[in-house]
């Protein structure tokens, strides 16, 4: 890990995630996984040592997420998801709650707030985690999609299926986990998902900015103790939830409407399905 002094402090560079220390308490850490940020095992574990690196200091109290490039995240890589049409269900299970957690503990256990700048597509479990942070800063232009269904033909994960209803409600959030949708930053502001909407992508991180220094303001213990508050409802039957979307995950790549999705993303075709008699099986 290599610490360069800047102006406006000091840039941790951990692989796939640059920390960067700015004034008045905040920082920034950025995804970096070119071209679309897809988060994998590895960035994973760089999030998780960026959120460490944080803590061992006592010189911030806010922090901003964010994607290079013109994403925040496109969600997860395709060579991974392909992996998983080899494994059996238990493995899959097991592999998909391990890969949530590495995203999820860091975040939801962080002391301190997480706002997430939202300036391009967010999409599958990228989406999912700008969800799990506590704020979200939402260009207008912004591609939003929690495309499991309708892309790669799997059950919503990364939390998905908890923090999305308790952020915009169940009727809201039933219409995009199960149809796959994909919908402007502007109307997810509509429907209470993020702050703003700002009207440029480029707007999108210094109003994050502008609003983590007002939080880093507050005084400390005060902003710790009802940080945990609001985050009590949140964190309360996560486990379960998660366990459910590995389970429901596991199932879903053990059928061939889940590589085909696959094939379908990467190729931009539009899936046929086949698995309408497993579909009335399960009913």
Sequence with gaps: MAFLQLTTGWQTNIMQVLLTRLPHRVALLTLRSPPVNAMTTSMGKDWGEAFREIQRGDDISCLVVTGEGGSFSAGGDMGFLRSRASCTLAENEKTMLDFYKLYLDPL???????????????????????????????AKCARVGFTFTSGVAIHPGMGGSHFLPQVIGMQNASRLLLSGEIVSGE??????????????????????????????????VALYETLKTLRARGNEGLGAALEREAKAQAVCYSGPDFLHGVESVVKKEKPAWTQYASFSSLK
Excluded: F
């Design 108 to 138: 939801r256990h962080c002391p301190y707030p997480v706002i997430a700048s939202v300036h391009g597509n967010v999409v599958g479990a990228g989406a999912c985690l700008a969800t799990a942070c506590d704020i979200r800063v939402v």
């Design 187 to 220: 109307e997810m502001v509509s429907m209470g998902w993020g702050v703003g909407p700002v009207e440029t992508p480029s707007q999108a991180l210094p109003r994050a900015i502008a609003m983590a220094t007002k939080i880093a303001a507050a005084a400390p």
